[in-house]
C-alpha cells in the first residue's frame, strides 16, 4: 500500500561532526521514529540520534535493529514489522518500482504432463512486459531453449503426487530456466494447446505493468457473471491509460448486466490506495454511497499531521462511480495476496457478500502501508506508517485474510478467464449453485487435477511439480 508524500526535515545533529555515511545513519532512526506505526510503544527516543546509531555499522543494521524492536509476533516467528525497508534513491535504471518491473515478464513452475514427464509450465505473464507483447499466455508449455536444450523432467506419479525419479536433471533444469529468464535475451520454444509449437526471442527490458491480464463475461440463462484478472493495483492518478483501462473493462461490465463478478487476485501484491479505492467506488453498491470505505491508525505524531498538505490520512467515503447491481464478488487468492490487494477485499467485506476462494488458506497478511521519504538523495525509506481499517473496525489481518473455500488447486494447465480453470471453476460452480441454475458446474474432469509434490523458491522464480 503506497501513498506518495514526502516531509522536509531535518535531523538535529551537527553535520560538521558526522561522515556522510554516519549522517544518512542518523536519519534513518529519525524518520523511523517519527513514521513508524509501532513507535509510540516500540522505539526510543533519544535526543540525538548518534546515542542509537553509534552501535551499528550500517545503515542496513540501523534498520534492522530499529525493525527488530516492534513487537515480536509469533506467527512471523520475528519482529511485526516485516515490511520496512530502504532502496537506493540514485540508482533506478534496471531497478523494480510499483509502477516498473525489469526482465522477461515471465513465471515459470513445472508441471507434469503425464504419469512420466514433466517440463516448465508458464503459469503467469505479467501485463505490459516482453512476453505479453509476444502474445505469450499462461499455461504455454516451455520445450526447448536456445541450441535445442531440452527441457523434460522425468517423473513418477501415483494417485496423489508426482516425483522428479532424476533429481539432478530436475535441478539442471531448474538452473537452465531460471537463467534464461534472467539472462539479457530469451530464445525460447513453446508448445501452446498441445499442438502448436511456436518459437520467440525476447529481450529483457524495463517496462510498466498493466493492471489487467484478463477480462471477459461467462453468460448463463438467469445470470452474468463477470470475470477480472487484476495484476496490480496501478496508478491511476498519473496514467490516464491506467485509468481509462479500468473505465472501459468495467463499462463492459455494467453493459453486459453483470449480476457478479470473480476478481482474480491471485498474483496480486499491491500497489496504491487511491486505486484500491478507486476500484471500490468501481462495484459498491447504490445505498452504500458515501458510506465510510476505510479510515487510518497512525501513530501520534502523524496524527497529529493528519489534515497538513504532507500528510493526507483524513477518512476515506464512497463516491460511487458505477451502474452495477452487484449481488456478491468472488476473490481468487494465494499467498502471494498482499497489501492494496487486501485492502480491496477488506473495504468489501463490510458491504457486500464476499466469497474468498484460496489456493491454501489466506492471503499474505499486510495491513500496513507506507509512503517514501528520501534521505540525502541517497536512500528511499519506506517505513511501515499506517493501518488502513474499513467499515467494521477490521484491520489486523497480520496472519491474512481467512479464505471460504480453502486449497483449491490453482491450475496453471488453463489459462486465465477459461471456465475450466479450476479457480475460475470454483467460484462459477458456487455461484451457479446458489441461484439453483439447472446448469452443469464447470470442472476440470476431463483431466486429471494436479498433484503437488513440493513447493520451493529459487530466487524469483517458483518451482511446483505438477500434475496435468
Not at 536444450?149 to 516425483?163: F, G, Q, R
Not at 473493462?249 to 498474483?267: A, H, S
Not at 457486500?352 to 536512500?379: D, R
Request: glycine share 4%.
Amino acid at each position: 500500500l503506497m501513498s506518495s508524500c514526502e516531509k522536509d526535515r531535518k535531523a538535529p545533529v551537527d553535520p560538521n561532526a558526522r561522515s556522510e555515511e554516519r549522517l544518512l545513519m542518523d536519519s534513518i532512526y529519525y524518520y523511523y521514529n517519527a513514521y513508524s506505526l509501532w513507535t509510540d510503544d516500540s522505539i526510543p527516543d533519544y535526543e540525538l540520534p548518534a546515542q542509537f546509531t553509534d552501535a551499528f555499522q550500517t545503515k542496513e543494521d540501523v534498520l534492522t535493529a530499529l525493525t527488530q524492536r516492534t513487537p515480536y509476533y509469533p506467527a512471523y516467528g520475528g519482529p511485526i514489522d516485516r515490511f520496512s525497508y530502504m532502496v537506493n534513491a540514485t540508482t533506478t535504471q534496471g531497478t523494480s518500482t510499483i509502477d516498473t518491473q525489469s526482465g522477461m515478464g515471465l513465471y515459470v513452475s513445472i508441471g507434469a504432463v503425464s504419469d512420466t514427464l514433466a517440463y516448465p509450465i508458464i503459469y503467469f505473464v505479467e501485463p505490459g512486459s516482453a512476453a505479453a507483447a509476444k502474445g505469450i499466455r499462461r499455461s504455454d508449455m516451455l520445450l526447448k531453449l536456445k541450441d535445442n536444450i531440452d527441457l523434460s523432467v522425468p517423473v513418477t506419479c501415483d494417485d496423489n503426487s508426482c516425483t522428479a525419479t532424476d533429481p539432478a536433471r530436475y535441478s539442471a533444469v531448474v538452473s537452465l530456466v531460471f537463467d534464461a529468464i534472467n539472462s539479457s535475451t530469451m530464445d525460447l520454444t513453446l508448445l501452446r494447446n498441445d499442438t502448436q509449437q511456436l518459437r520467440y526471442v525476447l529481450q529483457s527490458s524495463t517496462y510498466e505493468i498493466a493492471p489487467f491480464y484478463k477480462d471477459t463475461i461467462f453468460r448463463y440463462p438467469e445470470k452474468r457473471i463477470g470475470y477480472l484478472g487484476l495484476s496490480t493495483f496501478a496508478d491511476i492518478e498519473n496514467s490516464a491509460t491506467n485509468k481509462q483501462a479500468f473505465e472501459d473493462v468495467f463499462k463492459r461490465f455494467e453493459q453486459g448486466n453483470v449480476e457478479e463478478l470473480i476478481v482474480d487476485m491471485r498474483y496480486n501484491t499491491g500497489g496504491y490506495v487511491a486505486t484500491a479505492s478507486y476500484v471500490a467506488n468501481k462495484v459498491i453498491p447504490a445505498e452504500d454511497d458515501g458510506k465510510l470505505m476505510f479510515s487510518y491508525a497512525v501513530n501520534q505524531y502523524l496524527e497529529s499531521q493528519m489534515h497538513s498538505a504532507d500528510f493526507q490520512f483524513a477518512p476515506e467515503y464512497f463516491k460511487r462511480q458505477n451502474a452495477l447491481s452487484l449481488k456478491r464478488v468472488y476473490f481468487l487468492v494465494s499467498k502471494s495476496t498482499a497489501s492494496a490487494a487486501e485492502l480491496y477485499i477488506n473495504i468489501l467485506k463490510a458491504y457486500l457478500p464476499v466469497y474468498i476462494i484460496a489456493e491454501q488458506s489466506h492471503t499474505y497478511g499486510k495491513p500496513v502501508g507506507y509512503f517514501p521519504q528520501t534521505l540525502m538523495n541517497k536512500v528511499d525509506l519506506w517505513v511501515a506508517s499506517f493501518k488502513l481499517v474499513n467499515a467494521l473496525g477490521t484491520s489486523d489481518y497480520w496472519n491474512g485474510i481467512a479464505a471460504d473455500k480453502t486449497y483449491v488447486d490453482d491450475y496453471i494447465f488453463k489459462d486465465f478467464g477459461d471456465s475450466q480453470e479450476t479457480m475460475i471453476a470454483t467460484a462459477l460452480a458456487h455461484s451457479l449453485s446458489s441461484t439453483r441454475l439447472k446448469v452443469a458446474a464447470p470442472s476440470v474432469a476431463a483431466e486429471a487435477p494436479r498433484k503437488k509434490v513440493e513447493l520451493k523458491k529459487i530466487n524469483s522464480v517458483p518451482i511446483r511439480v505438477l500434475h496435468k
